[in-house]
């Protein structure tokens, strides 16, 4: 009995700890990888090439601004696509990333546009319908709430 409890809560435990996985090779500098490169930063298992473009920096008291632009060689991944896979892009920044500065929590979401109609006043005017869904916040650390 105590055995098939231990092993009921290791395999409990073991699910929830499990994390999804993208078929995208993971961009920038993960933890404890091999690179290699001069003003780049070439990542040696998946030649994900990455770069660090400075924009603006600043010192203040206390806490830097610095505000860089990062670019990102793997722009591609495939997508199901009925019985196959087809390769998209990542995003429509086709691997330019901004960094997300410290303390400046933000919020994103999609738009769709609806249906048309019109309204008859003195004039014809027209009008267009749009819907706003998928709020997620972004706290000051990269978090979603």
């Known amino acids: 009995m105590r055995f098939a409890a231990r092993l009921l809560l290791i395999t409990v435990a073991t699910v929830c700890a499990a994390q999804i996985v993208n078929a995208q090779v993971q961009t920038g500098t993960p933890k404890f990888g091999s690179f290699a490169?001069?003003?780049?930063?070439?990542?040696?298992?998946?030649?994900?090439?990455?770069?660090?473009?400075?924009?603006?920096?600043?010192?203040?008291?206390?806490?830097?601004?610095?505000?860089?632009?990062?670019y990102d060689s793997s722009v591609w991944m495939p997508v199901p696509s009925?019985?196959?896979?087809?390769?998209?892009?990542?995003?429509?920044?086709?691997?330019?990333?901004?960094?997300?500065?410290a303390g400046a929590p933000y919020i994103t979401y999609a738009v769709q546009t609806g249906g048309q109609?019109?309204?008859?006043?003195?004039?014809?005017?027209?009008?267009?319908?749009?819907?706003?869904?998928?709020?997620?916040?972004?706290?000051?650390?990269g978090v979603s709430a």
């Open 37 to 70: 490169g001069g003003p780049d930063i070439l990542n040696l298992a998946n030649l994900n090439d990455h770069w660090t473009v400075a924009v603006f920096h600043k010192p203040g008291r206390g806490l830097d601004f610095a505000y860089d632009l990062n």
């Open 82 to 101: 009925g019985s196959t896979k087809v390769w998209q892009p990542v995003g429509a920044t086709w691997g330019w990333q901004p960094t997300t500065l």
């Open 117 to 141: 109609g019109q309204c008859y006043t003195n004039h014809y005017n027209y009008y267009q319908i749009w819907y706003y869904s998928n709020f997620v916040y972004y706290d000051i650390f």
